[in-house]
């Protein structure tokens, strides 16, 4: 979940002017489809629409996938149209839809200049320019923390900034004067190394006098112990002032640790030629899930990456032009590799609904089915939040299939029918022009679907993938076997869905709203209003966000659509691991973090922490919500001693606690030794103990299902 409101403590930064400049041939920026108004002028130096490109690349893994295609336009037209959203994009141009959940969305909303930190750099705008920095991680035994510390600072002489051109990888802000003409454009890119200048006009920019003379268009500074570079396509470095004619480049990079000899002149000559976009394909073969991003430039020539952890751990293609050197970065050594085409794999994740009781014993039938009665009769109202009240449908709708999978149909016909019928409710597209709660709205100026009543700030974009994602499972799993009921929910699910996960841009709704392609996992935060960069603490409910788009798709006959939910159910269950559940506790940064799981990371930060409790079992209880079907990706590569020690840091007196239902679920991922010592537990564990998005049955059934 997000905060609302929340904010970070402010840290002192330590401010080292440098001056630093590179540059490039003449740049066409990409531009997404304008949604209002006129198109986004082109950015400097160039000819607007797409541009750049990239070497040509052969597809390693499994082919691409057909993106879904999505009438947007259709879908969000049928809803209740109502200015529900409370956003405020105060630098976005005309004609561009708002990137929320995004890494940089701190670059777009809000009138505070935040820092963001498209790795392995932090950047952020300045009243009149900007900052470069490369965060040098500091680590305590709850946290490590990598804030944004200028190292290059630019002052352009601008008096405000609009971002012209964004995608779910790069962003550009454009640099104004006084009078509102452009001074030039300012491109940033997660995983890309460079920050790049772009002259509108003729230029100077002040930016101190820490680099050297310009020796073919290179010059170098030493700071903190790091090498800065700064390349150019033209101009004059003198005295702290470099002087751009219009259309020249100026790019920025730090040297990486251990760079190898030609580390320095492959950077040098990628870093003129800057990254004007990035694009994201995809496949899913049996065993592998893809992802493929390609770095375009201006001029098409070779650009560099850098590797976070997923894209090295497990299965993983051959890749060429790296051990370059490495970075230091709160996520984790990162490896520098020459080159524009980024292509990872991540363990194939089928969407799925059910759990598998074949071979379960007649006890541990006979003992689920007595306690799905008392479940099921326990079942109360459905809240109607957007929230709490798909989570308690999600519950619902799991004890319906339950109970019909061990052939007991008429204890959960009724509360079949109670789901069915509140998932109608819900689905109604004008719902909302009747009621203030249990529908949704669409929001023009935010371009997004916004539910009545919201719940943890999803009226500002916070948290829709986790919201959505337990109508969708709910909607998938009733309607596997109801076509009828796929028929009277599509119009409302089919919404949902492009709200989180469109996977192409349109000017009703941006493209993977919350997906991050480079990082593997979404952002919850709508507008990212702190100086930590954007986060997400609830991984799980991230990869139960599109396990429910895959179960709709399933029970929809969308079959682009499930291949596009089990890329995202893969990328995003391996990251999960990655960085939250099965963390590398053995690389140099995490040298003091005295904890078994990461329960809330930032593009700047990672900490054992939450936004709601500071109990033990919240760390990790809030890293497996809901532990459906499909968790048990959680033990894909992981040791059983590593679950069993996360367990016990969370529940050392036992599983009497929050999430304690989670947690021996979780145990008894590490065996089946493990399920059947939690089943006693489990049948004697307090009411209170077991989560408002699951069940006692549920519980057993699990329990069962792997061993017990």
């Not at 899930?289 to 993983?316: D, F, I, K, N, W």
Request: contains cysteine; glycine residues 10%; charged residues 15%.
């Amino acid at each position: 979940m997000t905060a609302i409101g929340a904010d970070n403590p402010r840290r002192m930064r330590l401010v080292v002017v440098l001056a630093a400049v590179a540059a490039l041939v003449a740049v066409v920026l990409l531009v997404l489809r304008p949604w209002a108004g006129d198109a986004v002028p082109p950015a400097a130096g160039g000819s607007g629409g797409p541009g750049g490109g990239a070497p040509a690349s052969p597809v390693v893994g499994p082919d691409d996938a057909t993106p879904p295609e999505v009438d947007a336009a259709a879908l969000t037209g049928a809803l209740t149209q109502a200015a529900d959203a409370e956003i405020n994009p105060v630098r976005l141009a005309d004609g561009l839809v708002p990137q929320s959940n995004r890494w940089y969305s701190g670059l777009v909303f809000g009138e505070e200049l935040l820092p963001v930190f498209p790795l392995p750099l932090s950047f952020a705008l300045t009243t009149s320019g900007f900052t470069v920095g490369l965060p040098d991680p500091v680590t305590s035994p709850k946290a490590v923390i990598g804030p944004h510390v200028p190292a290059v600072t630019v002052d352009a002489g601008a008096a405000s900034a609009q971002v012209v051109a964004a995608d779910p990888v790069a962003v550009t802000t454009r640099l104004l004067d006084a009078a509102g003409a452009p001074l030039g454009d300012v491109t940033i890119a997660a995983g890309s190394p460079f920050v790049s200048f772009t002259a509108a006009a003729d230029i100077d920019l002040t930016s101190g006098a820490a680099f050297g003379a310009l020796t073919d268009g290179v010059a170098t500074a030493e700071v903190a112990g790091t090498t800065w570079g700064l390349a150019t396509s033209g101009g004059t470095l003198d005295g702290g002032t470099l002087a751009l004619p219009a259309g020249a480049t100026a790019g920025w990079y730090a040297l990486p640790d251990d760079a190898s000899a030609d580390a320095a002149g492959i950077l040098a000559a990628a870093a003129v030629d800057p990254v004007v976009g990035v694009d994201v394909t995809y496949g899913v073969g049996d065993d592998v899930a893809r992802t493929t991003l390609t770095y375009r430039t201006a001029g098409s020539t070779p650009s560099a990456y850098v590797l976070m952890h997923h894209h090295t751990t497990g299965e993983q293609p051959e890749r060429e032009g790296c051990g370059l050197g490495t970075y230091r970065s709160v996520h984790g050594t990162l490896e520098l590799c020459a080159g524009s085409t980024l292509t990872s794999y991540a363990p194939t994740v089928q969407p799925t609904g059910a759990l598998d009781l074949e071979g379960i014993t007649d006890e541990r039938r006979d003992a689920i089915l007595s306690q799905l009665e008392q479940d099921v009769a326990g079942t109360a109202a459905f809240a109607s939040d957007t929230y709490y009240g798909g989570k308690h449908l999600y519950r619902a709708a799991t004890l319906v299939v339950l109970g019909e999978q061990l052939g007991a149909d008429d204890t959960v016909a009724a509360l079949r029918t109670r789901v069915a019928d509140a998932l109608r409710e819900w689905s109604e597209p004008a719902g909302c022009d009747e009621r203030a709660a249990r529908c949704f709205v669409y929001d023009e100026s935010a371009r997004s679907v916004i539910g009545r009543t919201p719940s943890f700030g999803s009226h500002e974009l916070n948290d829709h993938h986790f919201h959505y994602g337990y109508l969708l499972s709910a909607a998938g799993l009733l309607g596997a076997d109801d076509p009828d009921l796929v028929d009277d929910l599509r119009p409302v699910m089919d919404v949902l869905a492009a709200d989180i996960a469109a996977a192409q841009p349109s000017d009703e709704l941006p493209q993977l709203r919350t997906f991050d392609p480079y990082a593997g996992h979404a952002w919850a935060s709508g507008t990212s209003p702190f100086a930590d960069g954007n986060n997400q603490e609830s991984a799980s409910e991230a990869v139960n966000a599109w396990n429910g788009l895959g179960l709709w798709a399933k029970a929809s006959g969308q079959d682009d659509l499930l291949t596009q939910a089990t890329w995202l159910t893969s990328t995003e269950a391996a990251s999960a691991r990655d960085y939250w559940t099965d963390p590398d506790l053995e690389d140099p940064v995490m040298d003091g973090f005295e904890h078994r799981v990461v329960a809330l990371n930032w593009g700047g930060k990672r900490d054992w922490a939450t936004w709601f409790s500071p109990e033990p079992s919240a760390m990790l209880g809030i890293l497996l919500i809901p532990m459906g079907p499909v968790s048990d990706y959680l033990a894909v590569d992981v040791e059983p001693a590593a679950i069993l020690a996360a367990v016990d840091e969370a529940a050392p007196a036992g599983p009497d606690v929050m999430f304690g239902d989670y947690l021996l679920m979780y145990r008894a991922l590490a065996g089946a030794e493990e399920a059947t010592a939690a089943w006693q537990e489990a049948l004697d564990l307090p009411d209170t103990s077991i989560d408002d998005g699951s069940s006692r049955a549920y519980l057993l059934a699990w329990l069962a299902a792997h061993g017990a």
